[in-house]
């Protein structure tokens, strides 16, 4: 398909090409805009409806949202959108079909979940982003699982420090007990500000 002289003209104009790097440029993203719009026609021809529209179909999909891919070609890498998400009627309402990226399911202990807390009602950008970015019960195992370790270290140690023994167990197991409560209890504290309320 050939382009009159008069159009280039017109395009070097509206485009301000003033350089090889200026057309190369241009190229790339006229480029993506046609492969793009090639690629939603092919869609629709798929689908036999337009995006949002149904037309007369007796279908309860409704497309609708995009992805991002990036596409490599001679001009270089560039990205493109595409149509991806799908819905289906529930009684009146749209349902998206979505699915989690990250299907693991993590064990949430008692820091995880003081922790979650604290994002909730402290930093709720945070806490809100991510949940979007599906980040969060990951998140919240890792910080248990580290708080754990740390306890479990910062009590031996402390112990070790204070003396606190298994032969004063078996002498004075009330004694041992109150000390190992008294450590335990500052250990937790340094946990919790270290790990759980810090960020």
């Not at 002289?5 to 006229?30: C, P």
């Not at 979505?98 to 979650?116: P, V």
Request: aromatic share 8%.
């Amino acid at each position: 398909m050939a382009v009159a002289k008069e159009q280039i003209r017109q395009i070097i104009s509206q485009n301000n090409l003033n350089s090889v790097a200026d057309v190369y440029s241009l190229l790339k993203e006229s480029f993506k805009d046609i492969l793009q719009e090639l690629m939603e026609a092919e869609l629709d021809a798929s689908l036999g409806y337009e995006k949002n529209q149904k037309g007369d179909l007796l279908t309860d999909n409704k497309r609708n949202g995009h992805s991002q891919k990036i596409l490599k070609s001679q001009y270089g890498e560039f990205q493109v959108e595409y149509m991806e998400i799908t819905y289906h009627w529930e009684g009146d309402y749209l349902i998206p079909d979505l699915k989690l990226s990250d299907t693991t399911e993590y064990q949430i202990g008692k820091y995880g979940r003081m922790r979650k807390r604290f994002l909730e009602e402290n930093h709720r950008g945070i806490y809100s982003h991510m949940i979007l970015s599906e980040t969060l019960w990951k998140h919240l195992a890792e910080i248990d699982e580290e708080c754990n370790g740390m306890m479990d270290r910062l009590v031996r140690q402390m112990a070790k420090k204070e003396g606190v023994t298994e032969q004063l167990k078996s002498d004075d197991w009330l004694c041992w007990l109150q000390k190992m409560n008294s450590i335990r209890s500052r250990a937790e504290e340094i946990v919790l500000h270290d790990l759980v309320y810090s960020l």
